[in-house]
């Protein structure tokens, strides 16, 4: 079973679309995140959720909103899709809030495209 | 956001060890030195991280300066699988970001 799993991998979509991409991970995490990494390569932390609850939001547009029915899940909508919105989503998970042995855990990622 | 300062890029012949330096010269001493890798097409996979201590595990070693300014990361012997980006991260224990930046591109040649 895939640890931390994101759906879907590609997204092709229209300017002005709003859309959604979701997160699940099965290793008993408490704590969630999502990067956005841009076509420079340049991986950077979106938003953070411990136990459904926000922790951090690294000043991200309010087009972005994540949404964490439990804590098995954190999904992501964006609003009112810009071209600059293109890049891969990556949805990472990890098993303490703080702890010197915290470790993130990857999915696979979400190509998105905004033409 | 990043406190290191890695080389854009380095090349490693298989079989041989990959060396890989990272400078955190303001890291604190609360903070720990990670290191994850980035294969084409995939999301980052943690290798390994240390305080002040060597460390070693099945994928690398982590050589720490007795003045935890810099790092090294070794691959004891790369294989054409290790072709990645590798990244070096200094974060606070208690801390919950993981700040990653541009990495080495490292390239193992056949």
């Known amino acids: 079973d895939t640890a931390v799993s994101q759906t879907p991998k590609y997204l092709v979509t229209q300017m002005g679309n709003d859309k959604s991409i979701k997160c699940e991970q099965n290793?008993?995490?408490?704590?969630m995140y999502w990067y956005k990494q841009d076509s420079k390569k340049f991986l950077k932390i979106m938003f953070s959720y411990n136990n459904k609850e926000l922790i951090i939001n690294e000043t991200v547009p309010n087009r972005f909103s994540p949404k964490s029915p439990d804590k098995a899940h954190l999904n992501l909508h964006i609003n009112s899709l810009e071209l600059g919105d293109s890049a891969v989503y990556f949805c990472?998970?990890?098993?303490?809030?703080?702890?010197?042995?915290?470790?993130?855990?990857f999915g696979s990622g979400t190509q998105l495209s905004v033409l | 956001d990043a406190k290191t300062t890695q080389p854009p890029s380095m090349d490693c012949a298989e079989g041989r060890a990959a060396n890989l330096p990272c400078n955190h010269s303001?890291?604190?001493?609360?903070?720990?030195v990670y290191w994850y890798r980035q294969i084409h097409s995939q999301g980052p996979q943690y290798i390994i991280h240390g305080l002040k201590n060597n460390e070693t595990n099945e994928m690398a070693s982590l050589i720490i300066t007795e003045d935890r300014k810099s790092s090294t990361l070794i691959l004891p012997h790369a294989t054409l699988r290790d072709t990645a980006v590798y990244y070096c991260i200094v974060r606070e224990h208690t801390g919950n970001q993981f700040y990653f930046g541009t990495g080495t591109s490292l390239t193992v040649i056949p």
């Open positions: 990472a998970s990890s098993p303490f809030r703080t702890g010197a042995n915290e470790k993130l855990f």
């Open positions: 290793l008993g995490h408490d704590t």
């Open positions: 303001t890291i604190s001493g609360n903070e720990y």
